[in-house]
């Protein structure tokens, strides 16, 4: 297993300075490393480590949130208001009926394998979204009108909703049928995910204010709590619907209002330890990538991926209608909604998993939106921020 980390930490690391060199988004470079390096390409990383793929990916996913919702105000939404609501749900909704209109037709699929091929594409990256997101607000591009704020708070919600949709869509292809109280699900999930968060951020406030203690300490045990809220999730799901992911976020606004001066401290070790989280996740991502998969996949998946965000942008429009944003401000937040990556790579293999009928194909499909929406998401975001953004500084 050391031999593997040298290598992914070298190789990673190397390939990410290539691209930065190149102009591209280094992020590309550490999935390329992961491919490289993974079991479908030269295998040199360790099963035991490829064991743990999932949770080291998870454990990143968690760093960045928290770092996002230590970074997000509570004014700061508030000001953002019904856009990042609608934004949360109305995108992810077109892809899904874009993907049961197109996928029948393209590639001849049932409506039942059309909604588990849907649900699995409309979740976007928070991965590859809530970095580039948090660098904008840093370098002051959006903040007049909190367009980050506002991409980074719909981008998280709305895989709370695919992935709610997605187990649904599961049990129809399983031969079940769709409960339409399987919806209430959703806000439920959201409900109790922020009293968990808020309900931990009060605690953890409440301990940081009785015991002295370093930043170092306080960023482990904000991290034990992130770890403990994800954790809950699974546990919880047998009695209420509870989304952990949402319950992170909400730990880091909350102690951000408690606790400003502390929590902005905190969010500067947090970007510390994101280099070694990015690494993890973007190099194990691409390590679960198995390129041979395109090749079953072919030109048809293609047009439904792309077909399907074209009507998704459709909804990112509606979404955005009667808002202050203009037109760049509508075309950029439309392009940050672009990148797959994190819940394909998480449940594309599923319904293979699972040998249900088209598994190979949606396990393809998921591939191919990675590899296709991930890195052109992340050049058009580096790309165009600064002059889609240029007159909100």
């Avoid at 965000?309 to 075309?331: A, D, F, H, Q, W």
């Amino acid at each position: 297993m050391l031999i593997s980390i040298g290598l992914i930490l070298i190789i990673g690391f190397g390939l990410y300075g290539v691209f930065v060199k190149l102009r591209l988004p280094g992020l590309l470079g550490l999935l390329l490393a992961g491919i490289l390096l993974g079991p479908h390409a030269f295998d040199l990383i360790d099963p035991s480590l490829l064991a743990i793929s999932a949770d080291l990916r998870e454990i990143s996913l968690i760093v960045i949130l928290v770092r996002a919702g230590l970074s997000l105000d509570l004014k700061d939404l508030r000001k953002v208001g019904r856009p990042a609501i609608l934004m949360s749900f109305v995108p992810a909704t077109f892809e899904i009926a874009g993907v049961l209109l197109l996928a029948p037709l393209l590639l001849g699929v049932t409506l039942a394998q059309a909604a588990v091929i849907g649900t699995m594409l409309a979740a976007v990256s928070p991965a590859v979204i809530v970095p580039a997101m948090l660098k904008l607000m840093q370098q002051g591009y959006g903040q007049k009108k909190r367009v980050p704020q506002l991409v980074m708070a719909g981008a998280t919600a709305d895989d709370i909703y695919a992935l709610v949709l997605f187990s649904s869509s599961l049990a129809l292809l399983q031969g079940g049928s769709f409960q339409l109280l399987t919806l209430l699900n959703i806000p439920l999930a959201a409900l109790t995910g922020i009293i968990g968060g808020l309900a931990t951020a009060f605690m953890l406030h409440q301990v940081f204010l009785r015991l002295h203690m370093r930043d170092t300490v306080k960023v482990l045990l904000i991290l034990a709590a992130a770890f403990l809220l994800v954790g809950t999730e699974s546990l919880a799901a047998r009695f209420f619907p509870f989304s952990g992911l949402l319950a992170v976020m909400a730990l880091g606004i909350t102690f951000l209002r408690l606790r400003g001066e502390v929590a902005r401290r905190i969010s500067g070790k947090f970007s510390k330890i994101w280099v070694a989280a990015e690494l993890i996740l973007f190099v194990l991502l691409g390590a679960a990538v198995d390129v041979r998969y395109l090749l079953s996949a072919g030109l048809a998946a293609a047009a439904v991926i792309a077909g399907a965000l074209l009507i998704r942008s459709l909804g990112t429009i509606v979404s955005l209608s009667g808002t202050n944003l203009n037109n760049r401000e509508k075309l950029f937040c439309n392009i940050a909604y672009l990148p797959k990556a994190t819940v394909q790579a998480a449940v594309g293999a599923i319904p293979l998993t699972l040998g249900l009928p088209g598994g190979q194909l949606i396990l393809s499909i998921a591939v191919l939106s990675i590899l296709l929406t991930a890195p052109l998401g992340a050049i058009a975001i580096e790309k165009t921020s600064a002059r889609l953004l240029a007159g909100d500084r």
